[in-house]
């Protein structure tokens, strides 16, 4: 499923234009990825939470040459699925 899928659907079920449902799904979007951005978790019952971890900097190894190199701290997005999301894919 895309983006536009996504869109049709939600024009459908809601009984609204393509264009209201874009703005509403892209609205929705764009409030996860601000609030995942300030570090908060996101969680939508039923469905899972998104959660922002931070990974410290580590030393790794260039699997061609072998020589150590610094790998960059970096933040991660994970994602738990809930109980419903799990019980609808078994």
Not at 15 to 30: Q, R, Y
Not at 63 to 86: H, M, R, V, W, Y
Request: avoid cysteine; glycine fraction near 6%.
């Amino acid at each position: 499923m895309r983006k536009s899928d996504l869109v049709s659907a939600v024009a459908d079920i809601a009984d609204i234009s393509l264009h209201d449902a874009d703005n509403a799904v892209s609205s929705m979007f764009e409030h996860i990825t601000d609030a995942l951005a300030r570090g908060e978790t996101v969680s939508l019952v039923g469905f899972g939470s998104f959660v922002v971890k931070h990974r410290a900097a580590r030393k790794g190894r260039n699997p061609k040459t072998g020589d150590e190199i610094e790998i960059a701290a970096s933040n991660q997005l994970q994602f738990k699925p809930g109980k419903f999301l799990k019980d609808s894919l078994n």
